[in-house]
């Protein structure tokens, strides 16, 4: 295992015990690491690209399958009526796994606690939107461009089209007033 596999191992159990249920879905996961890495600037070496739930690094799942066979947390699948998903809750030897990497989850436990803060209490689909929007600002900003909130929302809608608009626009437009787009103003 890789210094930085381990510090990303350890940011695992340390995301579900400050989340508010004290467990997280995949994709909360995913989303989590993305802000954390995207927002925050945490170097965990990710490379998201777009995806069917917004973006995505199957990296972060390897990652997911190692913390688990390690015992630092479990994941269940849990029947919902449209389907499935899963919760990842801490196992025994999460304290362990977070020891290996104290310095650094020591160093961005801040940073967990604003991701927590500002992104918690969202749905798995308000997480797709919210990190999509983000994902189209940046690459926006990467192309040079400065974008609209309303053309970066018809991008995104676009893109997620079962989404509409006006909720696209809602939440880019909280987006912009805590200053966490790029380009948009």
């Known amino acids: 295992m890789t210094e930085q596999q381990e510090k990303r191992l350890a940011l695992i159990p340390t995301l579900v015990e400050n989340s508010p249920n004290r467990q997280i879905g995949r994709t909360a996961l995913m989303k989590y690491m993305y802000f954390l890495q995207t927002l925050r600037q945490v170097p965990l070496g990710y490379r998201f690209t777009l995806y069917s739930y917004g973006p995505f690094?199957?990296?972060?799942?390897?990652?997911?399958?190692?913390?688990?066979?390690l015992r630092a947390v479990t994941s269940k699948t849990v029947l919902y009526p449209g389907g499935y998903g899963y919760e990842i809750s801490t196992d025994e030897k999460a304290k362990w796994l977070k020891q290996r990497a104290e310095q650094f989850v020591n160093q961005h436990e801040k940073d967990v606690r604003w991701v927590m803060k500002k992104f918690g209490k969202l749905t798995s689909a308000q997480l797709e939107l919210v990190s999509t929007i983000i994902y189209v600002d940046r690459e926006e900003a990467k192309n040079g461009k400065n974008a609209s909130v309303k053309s970066i929302a018809h991008?995104?809608?676009?893109?997620?089209?079962h989404f509409s608009e006006t909720e696209i626009l809602g939440f880019a437009q909280t987006l912009v007033t805590e200053n966490l787009l790029q380009t948009a103003s």
């Open 57 to 69: 690094d199957s990296t972060v799942l390897a990652d997911l399958s190692v913390a688990e066979s």
């Open 155 to 161: 991008k995104v809608h676009e893109i997620k089209p």
